[in-house]
């Protein structure tokens, strides 16, 4: 099993990318699960142009770092995101990696489970949070669990007893999701997650993309690829 981590913080020590460390350290007791981790102060990251260049050949312009984070999330069995909170939202590291990373159009993460981190001193945590989760939720994930923790500084966040509960619990739950899917066994359903993604894929994604199909060729491209364009269609729904 193939987990994604991206630390959207450029700190890569700081408040995010401590919870992320514990959280794959958690995972890490798992023997039958790779972790690729990733920071963003790391990589080498173009802004969008929006060229529409990604929608009709099916890959960007750019041939930075977030092309091949895009093709390991791709491959993986699950995602974790984490973002400190800028200004009540994800860090711009963050953003670049939503406008750049071939997610909600193209379904990048259908099938896939999901977490979501978000850090916060003051307020707008929970706002930076629903920004991540709308991304994945958006992006087909199921999402497992979200962190969103209130910094007190100066603190030692991993000494907070309902952090370090709360990041077992969560690991935890991404496991066993992930495992059960992974080994073709009866997957746990989150029936409401299912319907929203319904709505959003079936009634608005799916036939803007497919009436405009000469625009949008990259992204069908990319559907075929994942058995995507008959999804909630026929034979193929709800595979």
């Known amino acids: 099993m193939n987990i994604v981590i991206v630390n959207g913080s450029h700190r890569k020590d ?3 990318a401590s ?8 995972m890490k007791k798992y023997k039958d699960i790779d972790i690729y981790m990733v920071h963003v102060a790391d990589m080498k990251l ?3 142009v929006g060229c529409g260049v990604c929608y009709q050949q099916g890959a960007c312009i750019f041939k930075d770092d977030i092309e091949q984070l895009s093709l390991k999330i791709r491959n993986a069995d699950g995602i974790i995101l984490g973002s400190p909170t800028y200004a009540s ?5 963050m953003k670049t990696i939503i406008d750049r990373g071939h997610f909600v159009m193209e379904q990048l993460l259908y099938g896939k489970y999901a977490i979501s981190v978000t850090t916060y001193e003051n307020y707008g945590g929970r706002d930076c949070a629903k920004v991540l989760n709308k991304l994945l939720t958006y992006s087909g994930a199921t999402l497992c669990g979200t962190i969103a923790f209130r910094k007190k500084a100066p603190s030692n966040l ?3 007893p309902r952090l370090t509960k709360k990041i077992q619990k969560t690991a935890n739950r991404f496991y066993i999701d992930i495992s059960q899917m992974y080994r073709g066994n009866k997957r746990h359903r989150h029936i409401f997650q299912s319907i929203k993604h319904f709505i959003i894929f079936r009634m608005g994604i799916q036939p803007f993309i497919l009436n405009n199909r ?3 060729g990259g992204i069908i491209k ?3 690829e994942a058995q995507l364009r008959n999804l909630y269609r026929g034979k193929e729904a709800c595979k």
Do not use: K, M, P
């Open 222 to 224: 990319r559907w075929d």
């Open 46 to 48: 173009n802004y969008c």
């Open 19 to 26: 919870i992320l460390n514990a959280i794959c350290q958690q």
């Open 214 to 216: 000469t625009r949008y």
């Open 14 to 16: 700081g408040a995010t």
């Open 89 to 93: 939202n994800v860090s711009a590291q």
């Open 158 to 160: 991993l000494e907070e």
